[in-house]
């Protein structure tokens, strides 16, 4: 049986950042954080509705992904619990 990595980073977009659970074959994209004209929009991966994981108006994007990191939404997640995400964004 082979066993899966989870790697767990934070990639750049045209429009922003995305946090991504990837286990090397596939991707789930849990969380973002967007440049707007009114500043930053963020949000985290729930299942179901709660309105509290996403926000907008953020001064940084920084703010945004400390914002999306703090709901902790790889622990939706079996596998990715325990994770820690990479400090650096990468381009891709």
Not at 10 to 22: D, R, T, V
Not at 37 to 56: C, E, M
Not at 78 to 89: A, F, K, Q, S, Y
Request: hydrophobic share 40%.
């Amino acid at each position: 049986m082979m066993v899966k990595i989870l790697e767990l980073f934070w990639i750049n977009w045209s429009k922003g950042i995305k946090l991504i659970l990837s286990d090397g074959e596939n991707r789930e994209e849990i969380g973002g954080v967007r440049k707007t004209k009114n500043g930053f929009d963020a949000w985290a991966k729930t299942f179901g509705y709660d309105p509290g994981r996403a926000i907008k108006g953020l001064n940084s994007l920084d703010e945004g992904r400390e914002f999306v990191e703090s709901f902790q939404p790889w622990d939706l997640y079996d596998l990715g619990r325990g994770l820690v995400v990479e400090p650096d964004v990468r381009n891709e």
